[in-house]
């Protein structure tokens, strides 16, 4: 056979191999909807100690271990290449759910009952390393690892406080002038009114520049600001819930220093917004079963250092409030290892913490607890931001690179794992 004879047969049979691909992954997505909304497979549970009174009765755990090994072996069978974008997210999303699924039945197999107490670490439960690793994976990203994560929180710890020096010394003051300065009343707000005003002419002005950094602000239901009065809700300056921000403010003072980049975080074009892209862009039926923490919570964080584009960075005092917060998210990230891999003692967080937080023991106490009853949460925010901003980074080294574009790129699938969204950026 020459040749042309030959390239003839690969043109021709190209296409029936990739249509192939297509129709055979086209059944494989249908197993896998169907089968997985009938397994019993406990939901993701913030607190541990409820996880594992969730765990999955001996025979249920056959059937799931059975269908996730079956799907396995025939979804590598299929060749991504040839699949189109939405068969492409739904190839990668069933991969990283069959493997997650995969070690938490085998850690769930080897689950042996115990009295289980949410004030001591998961690193006390029988088997707990491990647990803590999976929960790592299944809250931050499939790619995570503890070690790594206690050196990330500490490189963020010194780039926080470097960006925090570097804005002490813009303002003219030696550090012990600024840090008393920071006390004063004028960053503090008493009359809830006055706070209503701020985060309302907050809102005016990033709603008018996000237009030009991300897509569809137009189509973005409206966000209502409103004091909040949930005590449970306390510990947060403000949250979001049901279209609404809620900012805090009870027996304390609100610190003008929290409004800017909280604002940014929780509604636009933060959580909110975020939230409702997700009902505008077309998202598989695949995708509906799932979320993913590592990207909800790192979208957050990721918008607030955009201070400077949204507006909300008008003095260097705005710009340092956020990175007040950042530390604290810093910190968490060793602590939360540090207490659930290993080991720490609480009087030995509490010193990690006061050794790089001062004067703010209480809410270091409230975190290690936090962090002990909510293994790996934490770390979503920061490990999240950080993949968005080096994206950011990349992106920023073209020529024709446009904040909108970027935005509708990362948002283009709504929230899928960290991971994936890494490779995704990179087929582009």
Not at 70 to 98: A, C, F, R, V
Not at 157 to 181: C, D, H, P, T, W
Not at 332 to 343: E, F, P
Request: aromatic share 14%.
């Amino acid at each position: 056979m020459n040749k042309k004879h030959n390239l003839f047969w690969i043109l021709f049979i190209l296409p029936i191999l990739t249509f192939s691909q297509k129709q055979d992954f086209g059944t494989i997505e249908k197993e896998f909807l169907d089968a997985f909304e009938v397994l019993d497979i406990p939901d993701l549970q913030v607190n541990y100690v409820n996880m594992l009174q969730d765990v999955s009765e001996e025979k249920d755990l056959a059937k799931q271990e059975t269908f996730f090994k079956g799907m396995l072996e025939k979804i590598n069978n299929i060749d991504s290449s040839k699949l189109t974008d939405h068969q492409w997210i739904n190839y990668e999303i069933i991969n990283y759910e069959i493997n997650l699924n995969l070690e938490r039945i085998h850690l769930e197999q080897n689950w042996k009952k115990v009295d289980l107490d949410d004030t001591k670490s998961i690193y006390t439960v029988p088997n707990g390393k491990n647990w803590y690793s999976y929960l790592l994976k299944r809250w931050v990203d499939a790619e995570v690892k503890p070690g790594e994560l206690f050196s990330f929180g500490l490189e963020e710890i010194a780039m926080v406080k470097s960006n925090m020096k570097r804005l002490q010394s813009a303002s003219g003051l030696s550090e012990e002038e600024f840090q008393e300065y920071l006390g004063d009343q004028d960053f503090y707000f008493e009359n809830p009114e006055d706070i209503q005003k701020a985060f309302e002419k907050i809102k005016e002005e990033v709603g008018a520049r996000s237009k030009n950094l991300f897509p569809y602000i137009s189509e973005i239901p409206e966000v209502d600001i409103a004091r909040s009065s949930n005590q449970n809700m306390v510990q947060v300056p403000a949250y979001y819930s049901n279209n609404t921000f809620f900012y805090n403010v009870f027996d304390k003072p609100f610190n003008k220093r929290q409004l800017g980049w909280f604002y940014a975080h929780e509604a636009i074009p933060g959580h909110h917004y975020q939230s409702m892209v997700n009902n505008i862009v077309e998202r598989t039926r695949i995708q509906q079963l799932f979320w993913y923490p590592g990207y909800v919570e790192g979208w957050g964080a990721y918008v607030e250092h955009l201070g400077n584009e949204l507006g909300i960075f008008k003095t260097i005092y705005d710009e340092y409030g956020k990175w007040e917060w950042d530390l604290i998210r810093s910190v968490r990230v060793c602590l939360d290892v540090a207490l659930n891999h290993y080991g720490w003692s609480d009087d030995k967080a509490l010193a990690f913490w006061k050794e790089h937080i001062k004067d703010q023991d209480d809410i270091g106490v409230r975190e290690i607890n936090r962090m002990k009853r909510w293994p790996a949460q934490v770390i979503t925010y920061k490990y999240g931001s950080k993949v968005f901003l080096g994206l950011l980074q990349d992106a920023k080294s073209n020529s024709d690179f446009d904040f909108n574009t970027f935005h509708h790129e990362v948002l283009g699938h709504g929230d899928i794992p960290i991971s994936i969204i890494k490779k995704m950026m990179k087929k582009k």
